[in-house]
Structure formats: structure tokens, C-alpha cells
């Protein structure tokens, strides 16, 4: 059985920084491309940050320059850290696995975590 879960989120006052952290089970992590998803408060789910095993990034756009992607393998963790953080970045971020492809689609990803709630305060 897989399972993602996701932790690290919580209160923050904006420019303030959180590392997320998103724990796999039940899979073969060094395989599994991972992403990290997050949907605002009435608001579409969007993508953030992806990553290969080989630790090659892919972000979106208006991520880059504040939030990096990284894995460690041996603990089947993949993390996201976020800096200068915007109360417009408050939502549940979710990480996602997927075996094939990556990418910001999220019909990419078979396995996604339960989320974990994020809130930056102005």
C-alpha cells in the first residue's frame, strides 16, 4: 500500500520560510518521479516543483526563485523548502508520485498525500 504523508506546514508570518517534507511507503522512491501540488482556498489545484531521481528540478514559473525541490533517497523523503513566503502562498500543499513521467499535469502522478496546510500571515 502506498502512502505519501506530508508534514512540515503550519503558521508563518510572511517573509518567513517552512521546509516541507513528504515521506513515502510502499513504493520503490529512487524510481518515482515526485511533485508538489498546492490548492489556495477556493482555487484550482496548482503545481509547484517536480523532480527526477536523478534530482533533475522542474518548477513552475513563479516558483524558482523561492522554493526549491530536493530528495533524499535513502529516506524516501522528498522535501520542499519556501522562502520569503507571501500570504498569497497560504493553501495545502500535496505532494505526488509518479512512475512513468513528470511534469506540472497532474494526471501524471498516480499516488498523491493527504496535504498539509500552510498559512503565511501579512
Known amino acids: 500500500q502506498v502512502q505519501l504523508v506530508e508534514s512540515g506546514g503550519g503558521l508563518v508570518q510572511a517573509g518567513g520560510s517552512l521546509r516541507l517534507s513528504c515521506a513515502a511507503s510502499?513504493?520503490?522512491?529512487?524510481?518515482?518521479?515526485m511533485g508538489w501540488f498546492r490548492q489556495a482556498p477556493g482555487k484550482d489545484r496548482e503545481f509547484v516543483a517536480a523532480?527526477?531521481?536523478?534530482?533533475?528540478?522542474y518548477y513552475a514559473d513563479s516558483k524558482k526563485d523561492r522554493f526549491t525541490i530536493s530528495r533524499d533517497n535513502a529516506k524516501n523523503t522528498v522535501y520542499l523548502q519556501m522562502n520569503s513566503l507571501k500570504p498569497e502562498d497560504t493553501a495545502v500543499y500535496y505532494c505526488?508520485?509518479?512512475?512513468?513521467?513528470?511534469?506540472?499535469?497532474?494526471?501524471?502522478?498516480?499516488?498523491w498525500g493527504q496535504g498539509t496546510p500552510v498559512t503565511v500571515s501579512s
Open positions: 510502499g513504493l520503490t522512491f529512487s524510481s518515482y518521479r
Open positions: 505526488a508520485a509518479a512512475s512513468r513521467t513528470y511534469g506540472s499535469m497532474e494526471r501524471f502522478y498516480e499516488y
Open positions: 523532480i527526477r531521481s536523478s534530482g533533475s528540478t
